[in-house]
């Protein structure tokens, strides 16, 4: 598992006094209000030393999403230089989360199976689709995209990097 959880995105700056729009990974941002400190990188895999630090100043919900500030950062220049940057946080920094709950970074290489034992492929992204999110699993030939919903998924084993689809490879 990852060493980092990717929870967000920084999509744009917002307004001149350098804010940006957040996109959250999740249902629950207002959440990460708790962690003084944010982790910011442009590339989601970096390791955990290649993620810059920043003070959280402000997290307000702004319409249908979510507006951040930083303390290091006071202008619409200075955040310009943070679009599309990931928001992460070591996993020791983050509860564990609820039974029948998984944090995405945790599903990203799991590998998806049909309830048969044939490999549909492997996790290398989720999207949020409004109502529940999506797997995006790869192999050598196909992408399937496949609800993450337990009507599709009735199997998620961390331990085993192993999730069960019920789901056909010809889709």
Same mark, same amino acid.
């Given at each position: 598992m990852s060493e980092v959880i990717v929870l967000g995105r920084l999509t744009s700056p917002f307004a001149i006094k350098g804010w940006f729009k957040l996109h959250p990974f999740g249902d629950d941002p207002e959440s990460w209000q708790a962690m003084p400190q944010w982790w910011v990188s442009p590339e989601s895999g970096a390791p955990l030393d290649a993620w810059q630090q920043l003070t959280l100043e402000a997290l307000t919900p702004h319409g249908k999403g979510w507006i951040v500030k930083f303390q290091e950062i006071?202008?619409? &220049?200075?955040?310009?230089?943070?679009?599309?940057?990931?928001?992460?946080?070591?996993?020791? %920094?983050?509860?564990?989360?609820?039974?029948?709950?998984?944090?995405?970074?945790?599903?990203?290489?799991?590998?998806?199976?049909?309830?048969?034992?044939?490999?549909?492929?492997?996790?290398?992204?989720?999207?949020?689709?409004? %109502?529940?999110?999506?797997?995006?699993?790869?192999?050598?030939?196909? &992408?399937?995209?496949?609800?993450?919903?337990? %009507?599709?998924?009735?199997?998620?084993?961390?331990?085993?990097r192993r999730i069960v689809a019920d789901w056909s490879p010809e889709w």
């Open positions: 006071s202008d619409r &220049t200075a955040a310009e230089a943070y679009r599309g940057w990931y928001v992460g946080a070591p996993r020791s %920094a983050l509860p564990e989360p609820e039974a029948d709950e998984f944090y995405w970074g945790d599903l990203v290489g799991c590998r998806v199976e049909t309830p048969k034992g044939q490999v549909l492929g492997v996790v290398i992204e989720l999207i949020s689709a409004g %109502a529940h999110d999506v797997l995006v699993v790869r192999n050598d030939k196909k &992408t399937h995209l496949i609800p993450f919903v337990r %009507a599709y998924v009735p199997t998620v084993d961390l331990n085993e």
